[in-house]
């Protein structure tokens, strides 16, 4: 709709500006630098991969969906997201792997990923003898990741990191979650009504509720634990700015509520600690202004016990 209002064909040379934060957003095109060689842009009607139908899930939605769950191109995507480093974090599983995985058919689902043998994986290319051990034992620790890694490694639209970390301390199991109604799920701080419609849709397909069945069988982990172990962080506000080298900004915001502190996105008074990663932003000059104790990546890490 956009393209059709600002008239953008392929070629065009358009004129730009900043919006939001980084976002390059297109503002007109120079028509008196057009050659006469530019493409109108049209909708795709097929799956460049798969052929399938594409559509429109909504009238007011902008993407265009392949509805084929059968794409091979779709099980890519989603066993890469399903083994990143935000979701079970499984080393070596990267494009060119997963593609062999699927080309080869050693794969249908994420939870294929645990039946994978080491017969499986040596006749293919990329894959010598220590290669396939270590990816094999990269999944095999993949089981026991925490709740809230494999609620977002399953891909629901619309529940990142956070959100899943949120569901996870909420229902401590993927069983009450899945029983949950949307009254219980827009309880949640996080959950709104297109994340709850969300979740109750991707939880009535019957392929997702085989796939966690399949997850249970294979040996994942489909609960999340509760210790009443110590609680360094009681009574504590962290904040959190830069970047970090062993973790995400979510793994540690998560890792700050279950040690009993409060994870914040602003700093004032009452922030305890400011802990700050490679290019911290005004986060840490804030800091510096009002005497909240500052901690690099390493300090964080001892002060929590890892």
């Known amino acids: 709709e956009e393209v059709e209002r ?3 064909k392929v070629g065009d040379r358009v004129v730009i500006q900043r919006a939001g934060d980084v976002i390059p957003q297109v503002i007109k095109v120079i028509q008196s630098q057009r050659t006469g060689k530019e493409r109108a842009i049209t909708p795709p009607s097929r799956c460049p991969v798969c052929r399938g139908t594409v559509t429109k899930e909504k009238e007011a939605e902008v993407a265009y ?3 084929n769950p059968s794409c091979r191109a779709q099980l890519v995507r989603e066993v890469l997201h399903f083994g990143s ?3 079970m974090d499984i080393e070596g599983l990267g494009e060119a792997v997963v593609e062999q995985l699927v080309n080869h058919r050693l794969i249908n689902d994420v939870a294929d990923l645990y039946r994978l043998t080491i017969k499986d994986l040596l ?4 894959f010598a003898k220590k290669k396939a051990e ?4 990269a999944i095999d620790a993949s089981r026991r990741r925490e709740l809230s890694r494999l609620l977002y490694g399953l891909g629901v639209r619309h529940v990142g990191e956070k959100a899943a970390q949120v569901l996870a301390e ?5 069983n009450r979650l899945m029983a949950a109604d949307r009254a219980s799920l827009e309880e949640v701080h996080e959950v709104g009504p297109v994340m709850a ?3 109750l849709q991707f939880f009535r397909q019957p392929q997702s509720r085989a796939l966690v069945k399949k997850l249970r069988t294979v040996g994942v982990k489909l609960s999340e634990e509760i210790t009443g172990g110590p609680k ?3 009574q504590q506000t962290v904040v959190f700015t830069g970047e970090f080298s062993g973790m995400t900004r979510q793994q540690a915001e998560a890792l700050v509520r279950r040690l009993g502190g409060k994870a914040s996105s602003s700093v004032s008074r009452l922030t305890t600690y400011v802990v700050a990663g490679t290019a911290p932003g005004s986060k840490a000059a804030k800091a510096k202004q009002l005497g909240v104790k500052i901690l690099d990546e390493g300090q964080f890490k001892k002060l929590v016990g890892q």
């Open 6 to 8: 600002l008239g953008v």
């Open 65 to 67: 969906r392949c509805i």
């Open 85 to 87: 480093r935000g979701a």
């Open 123 to 126: 006749p293919l290319e990329l």
């Open 134 to 137: 270590n990816l094999l034992g």
């Open 170 to 174: 909420q229902f401590g199991t993927l």
């Open 197 to 199: 419609e969300a979740l």
């Open 232 to 234: 360094p962080l009681a």
